[in-house]
């Protein structure tokens, strides 16, 4: 779209430039965008409101620099690997991961204008996320009463055996609140996360789910799965380099969340790698 004062000009998929004022509320009836959805093939297009004219969908190109292009700095090292490279590609590693979590908070901040038009285009999509967060809902109620069943029992646990601390602890922890869960029928995080899947999130994209709505949606959605979506070129393969750091970390005793962080990768594509799948 190409804007001038005053006015507003559109290209059609002929190429033709159609200019109107946007202060005429003839030529913004007649002009306006629309989004549209083929009903056979799925496609979303835009045109005009008695549909005589096909706007083009154009791309927007940006400037890069390696850096951009890379999940690891630690790949633009040089044969030698400096250890002042290893400094600098380490610190990268940090701005970039800073700017993923920006970009994720960006997403929860709800800042996507909501669409009547693309909420009808995509109404089965919203209809499944409605779904899949009524289902989310219902195991809160559950998993709060197992979480203060397990907490009573660790309190109690904890009074008898003081010195209970560090690692024993933790597998105390873990037994109690997998005992409960399964007495009250409640079902662990990973399990009950909302996973958006490819259509739903162009959905969201497109405005189609109002912003209040939007915020309880990924709130209740897997992380991991967020953070794909967020990322650029989120499903690139790990390289070989980034493979054999990951389990040099591993071997340094980082958790799974902290080589995620370190790496600009999500903990589901840490876990997978270290386990040898490939």
Known sequence: MIRRPGKKTLITESGKKITWDINNKTDNNKYNPIMKKDAKTGKVYFTNKDETIRYKRGMRTDNTTEMNEVTNAHDLESVRHHPMEKLYADYANSMKALANRARM????????????????????????????????????????????????????????????????????????????????????????????????????????????????????????????RAMPKAGKSPTNTQIARMKALANSNFTIKEIAEKMNLSSSTVSKYLKGVN
């Open 105 to 228: 908070e960006k997403i929860k901040t709800g800042n996507l204008e909501y669409n009547r038009t693309a909420a009808k285009i995509y109404a089965k999509e919203v209809s499944s996320l409605e779904a899949k967060l009524n289902e989310a809902k219902k195991n809160k109620p559950k998993e709060r009463l197992a979480t203060r069943l397990a907490a009573a029992e660790i309190k109690r646990k904890q009074e008898a055996d003081p010195a209970l601390k560090g690692e024993d602890l933790r597998k105390v922890s873990q037994r109690a609140i997998t005992k409960y869960r399964e007495e009250v029928g409640s079902i662990k995080r990973s399990a009950r996360s909302i996973k958006i899947e490819d259509k739903e999130w162009e959905a969201i994209q497109a405005g189609a789910i109002s912003d209040n709505r939007l915020k309880i949606i990924l709130d209740n959605s897997d992380p991991d799965i967020l953070r794909q």
